[in-house]
């Protein structure tokens, strides 16, 4: 198994957990660049990092942002590696374990789920904010604002409606918009 499978794994399972939003591979401000993070409900993240080496595990525990877990992203953290790798007694504290068996990924050892502290909900904006601007830069001339608006354009050429089997944007189900307003 290769780092590259396990992060599509932990993608995957990221969407099965009810992550509506998922990222891989992406750098924040802290120099932390998860190797999946996923956000359900508001606000909610949950980090998984892989691991296919003991050697990988070890170094990892030992960076600026497990040292002082405040600074980390992730309210809810994993590690996710293939069998055996890792023992939960190992974990760092509030951690979660997640093992590969074949094409599934198993909770062995679930995650706390309020480790993210104000400084982690920073990066994790930060993180956010730049993936955004990534996305934006690749859309020009448009903006981001622009090219969620797609369906106002399809309205405007198609006589002020939209065609049959699209939503209106705000109609659209919006959990996040959604639980925010409620609470």
């Not at 001339?141 to 089997?165: C, D, H, S, V």
Request: hydrophobic letters at 35%; aromatic letters at 8%.
């Amino acid at each position: 198994m290769t780092h590259a499978q396990l992060v599509d794994m932990a993608v995957k399972w990221l969407r099965s957990y009810g992550c509506g939003v998922v990222l891989s591979e992406q750098a924040c401000a802290s120099g932390e660049m998860p190797d999946a993070i996923g956000w359900k409900r508001p606000c909610h993240s949950v980090v998984v990092e892989c691991k296919i080496t003991r050697g990988d595990f070890l170094a990892d525990r030992c960076k600026p942002f497990r040292e002082k877990p405040e600074i980390g992203v992730g309210c809810e953290r994993f590690y996710l590696a293939p069998v055996g790798l890792i023992r939960p007694e190992e974990l760092l504290a509030g951690w979660g374990l997640l093992e590969s068996r074949g094409r599934k990924v198993e909770v062995v050892h679930a995650s706390e789920k309020n480790m993210r502290g104000g400084k982690g909900f920073r990066y994790e904006m930060n993180l956010l904010l730049a993936s955004l601007r990534r996305v934006e830069v690749r859309i020009e001339p448009q903006t981001i604002t622009e090219f969620l608006k797609w369906k106002n354009r399809m309205a405007e050429y198609n006589r002020g409606r939209l065609p049959k089997g699209i939503t209106a944007a705000e109609d659209e189900p919006n959990v996040y918009l959604d639980q925010l307003t409620s609470s």
